[in-house]
């Protein structure tokens, strides 16, 4: 996977994407991160990047000519199937199936807005899709660019050291993850349950799953709606629904 980051803003995310899972990915060969300064491309003879709007209102945007000749530049030498992605609270909601649709091309071009956003002529040129992280703002589109090679690269055939890292963990598998607890067996108190300890297998995959299903039915109860649930799981969620009085 080739990740090609365009942004006015390469030192705000390259060391998180340089350090620990992906730092080691990179150096493996198994992704590839290039920046490309969007300033770098500006023709203006002090290198502004941004201008008012026509019509009026707060703030500055992008300018196209700069996007335009960085997007141009970032697209030289790609082969195999490639999109790009502008950031944007317009965009829709990343997730874990959009992260595993986006993992299946060999390249992404990424581009990070800033100040009130870009020139609508770029998005409706050079961009495929719009994405976000969430209903809110920020001040560019950095940290979602960050989020997104995160959760895409973490797909990536050996990235992780086993599949069922993402397979079994929150969310992948439908369900948030049941609690987890390592050594020692009893702090401040607080013991480990011992089901956990007794070393029935059995027992713990039963457990596991029950717990999964309790968080999911307390804290994201509309993940169960389109969960895969046998009969043993929509008894044990009616068991819980009978102990809240419901």
Same mark, same amino acid.
């Given at each position: 996977m080739h990740f090609k980051i365009l942004t006015l803003f390469p030192e705000a995310i390259a060391p998180y994407l340089n350090s620990s899972i992906l730092g080691r990915a990179q150096a493996s060969g198994l992704i590839k991160i290039d920046y490309f300064n969007i300033r770098?491309?500006?023709?203006?003879?002090?290198?502004?990047? *941004?201008?008012? $709007?026509?019509?009026?209102?707060y703030g500055m945007l992008m300018t196209p000519q700069p996007i335009f000749d960085c997007h141009k530049a970032a697209c030289e030498t790609l082969s +195999?199937?490639?999109?790009?992605?502008?950031?944007? $609270?317009? +965009? @829709?909601? &990343?997730?874990? !199936?959009?992260? =595993?649709?986006?993992k299946e091309y060999d390249n992404l071009i990424l581009l990070c807005g800033h100040y009130e956003g870009i020139d609508e002529r770029v998005t409706e040129r050079i961009v495929d899709e719009?994405?976000?992280?969430?209903?809110?703002?920020?001040?560019? +589109?950095e940290l979602p660019? !960050? %989020?997104? %090679?995160?959760?895409?690269?973490? &797909?990536?055939?050996? #990235?992780? $050291?086993?599949?069922s890292?993402?397979?079994?963990?929150?969310? !992948?598998?439908? &369900?948030?993850?049941?609690?987890?607890?390592?050594? $020692?067996? #009893?702090? *401040?108190?607080?013991? #480990?349950? @011992?089901?956990?300890? *007794? +070393?029935?297998?059995?027992?713990? %995959?039963?457990w596991r799953r029950e717990m999964a299903l309790e968080k999911t039915y307390r804290k994201r109860p509309e993940l169960l709606?389109? !969960?895969? &649930?046998?009969?043993?799981? =929509?008894?044990?969620l009616q068991e819980l629904q009978i102990r809240d009085g419901k």
């Open positions: 770098d491309y500006s023709l203006d003879k002090h290198r502004r990047v *941004d201008d008012t $709007p026509y019509g009026g209102g +195999g199937r490639t999109r790009t992605i502008y950031f944007s $609270p317009a +965009g @829709q909601k &990343l997730n874990h !199936a959009k992260a =595993l649709e986006l719009e994405i976000s992280i969430g209903d809110y703002v920020l001040t560019g +589109g660019c !960050a %989020v997104l %090679v995160d959760a895409v690269s973490r &797909l990536i055939d050996g #990235v992780l $050291p086993d599949s890292c993402y397979t079994e963990e929150s969310i !992948a598998s439908e &369900l948030l993850e049941y609690p987890q607890y390592t050594k $020692p067996a #009893v702090f *401040d108190g607080s013991e #480990v349950p @011992q089901v956990l300890r *007794d +070393g029935n297998h059995a027992d713990i %995959v039963r709606d389109t !969960a895969k &649930l046998d009969r043993n799981d =929509l008894i044990y």
